[in-house]
């Protein structure tokens, strides 16, 4: 006796082959969605704090500059004129606004054997990163300040 054979039903093929994935389709697009924007937001927000890290390292290190070289100076001229050298020459690598807006000035009296305060602002813009709600800007302030050599002779009458 031939036993009778029965075929077993083939499995679907292509897009209903599985219904559990038929169900997740478009899974993928969605999540792109929801993330997509949250990743750019994070992103914008590591450029802001970037942004102000350098700059504030920049000033912190124009300002250095501009006390050091002012305290080897013979007279408050000559000596902001050294502040505004170490000043345009440290903030060339700065963004383009901080650049434009850069200033340094001093902040004390010049005399022999005073300390010589040089004090450096720039205002970072952020308008270009609106989308994070600080589309405004932001003014970054550096004091630095160096001896002047108690036997240093300099010339009088130089006060700021």
Do not use: H, W
């Not at 697009?29 to 920049?58: D, K, N």
């Not at 000033?59 to 050294?82: I, K, V, Y």
């Amino acid at each position: 006796m031939n036993p009778i054979r029965t075929r077993r039903p083939r499995a679907p093929r292509g897009a209903d082959a599985c219904p559990r994935a038929r169900g997740e389709r478009g899974t993928m697009a969605l999540e792109m969605v929801i993330l997509a924007p949250l990743l750019l937001i994070l992103f914008m927000f590591l450029l802001a704090c970037g942004r102000y890290f350098q700059t504030s390292s920049l000033l912190e290190n124009a300002a250095r500059d501009g006390a050091r070289s002012a305290s080897q100076t013979r007279s408050l001229g000559d000596a902001q004129t050294q502040v505004d050298s170490a000043v345009t020459r440290t903030m060339d690598q700065a963004v383009k606004s901080c650049k434009d807006s850069a200033g340094g000035s001093i902040t004390s009296a010049f005399a022999a054997g005073a300390t010589l305060s040089v004090e450096v602002t720039c205002t970072i813009n952020y308008r270009d990163l609106g989308l994070l709600g600080i589309g405004g800007d932001t003014t970054i302030t550096k004091r630095f300040s160096s001896s002047i050599d108690p036997y240093r002779g300099v010339r009088s009458g130089d006060t700021p």
